[in-house]
């Protein structure tokens, strides 16, 4: 059970958006630590998506964006593509853990 | 383009240890946080550990006492030991490169491919 919840699951059609959430607390997201996503297709190892909250790498498309707000974050994927089917993980620091966490992944089912 | 490669035994027995090497190409193992983090089948990402290139580490709490890493600049790379494992420590390993701005803000830009580890006897 992780310290950052996130939906075990959530689905769109092609073109649609989809927001995945990723929910903690004063330990994590609430005390100001910023969150960073990744997104894992089958059978790879993940791959960074956002970084800082909101920042996108080079080279990952602007249908992604990473929002934070309170003990929050939400990342959002616009014009929902079939390549997009993916597991999706948030990451933050936890200071009742002291370390660096994940949250428990999102599967994104393109319908 | 910067690489990571895990390498190391995909099977361990019950009660020994766990060693992996991760091979870093197309660019220098200094100034970064390299990192190992696993992944039981079907569950989700587990961070284990980080070691700078000046021998500094930071493990996770939960581990920290059957963890250790180490660096080896001259060969670009970086090796986890994990001890007194057990089926629990059966996940994909991976090795990462990370991002370390501040004190808390670290996150991962390069991962490696991931080598599967079972414990079993």
């Known amino acids: 059970q992780s310290v950052l919840t996130q939906p075990p699951s959530v689905s769109g059609a092609p073109g649609q958006r989809v927001t995945i959430s990723c929910t903690g607390s004063?330990?994590?997201?609430?005390?100001?630590?910023?969150v960073h996503w990744y997104q894992q297709l089958p059978g790879t190892a993940p791959k960074l998506l956002i970084y800082g909250n909101s920042n996108r790498p080079s080279g990952v498309p602007d249908r992604f964006s990473g929002s934070k707000s309170g003990t929050s974050a939400s990342l959002a994927i616009t014009g929902l593509q079939a390549e997009d089917e993916a597991d999706y993980y948030c990451?933050?620091?936890?200071?009742?853990?002291?370390?660096?966490?994940f949250g428990g992944g999102t599967k994104l089912t393109v319908l | 383009q910067v690489q990571l490669q895990e390498s190391g035994p995909g099977l361990v027995k019950p009660s020994e240890t766990l060693s992996l090497t991760c091979t870093v190409s197309g660019g220098s193992i200094s100034g970064y946080y390299w990192s190992w983090i696993r992944q039981p089948p079907g569950k989700a990402l587990e961070w284990i550990g980080c070691i700078y290139h000046s021998g500094s580490t930071i493990y996770n709490p939960s581990l920290k006492s059957r963890v250790t890493t180490s660096v080896d600049t001259s060969k670009n790379q970086f090796s986890l030991k994990l001890t007194s494992v057990t089926a629990a420590d059966t996940a994909m390993y991976f090795c990462a490169r990370g991002i370390r701005r501040s004190t808390y803000y670290y996150y991962f830009d390069y991962w490696g491919q991931g080598t599967l580890v079972t414990v079993s006897s």
């Open positions: 004063s330990f994590n997201i609430g005390a100001t630590y910023d």
């Open positions: 990451q933050s620091y936890d200071s009742s853990l002291s370390g660096w966490v």
